[in-house]
């Protein structure tokens, strides 16, 4: 993982809020636009991001009971 997309992305999971973590997510694709194609390790970090999102989107908003 690069340096730099590491700073961004780090400590990712410890954020509760979801427009934190939306903002990262922005933020990390900014950087990808600027940087070039994500390396596996890179690609694979924004993928559990975007996953979590979802999850908190889906409890913030009290859709649980929708997916059950």
């Known amino acids: 993982m690069r340096d730099e997309f590491a700073a961004i992305v780090s400590g990712w999971m410890l954020i509760s809020g979801l427009d934190d973590l939306t903002e990262r997510i922005e ?3 900014e ?4 940087n070039g194609p994500l390396r596996p390790d ?3 970090t924004i993928k559990l991001m975007i996953e979590s999102q979802i999850a908190r989107g889906i409890e913030q908003y009290g859709l649980m009971g929708d997916f059950e």
């Open 31 to 34: 950087w990808t636009k600027a």
């Open 27 to 29: 933020t990390a694709a």
């Open 42 to 44: 890179e690609e694979a």
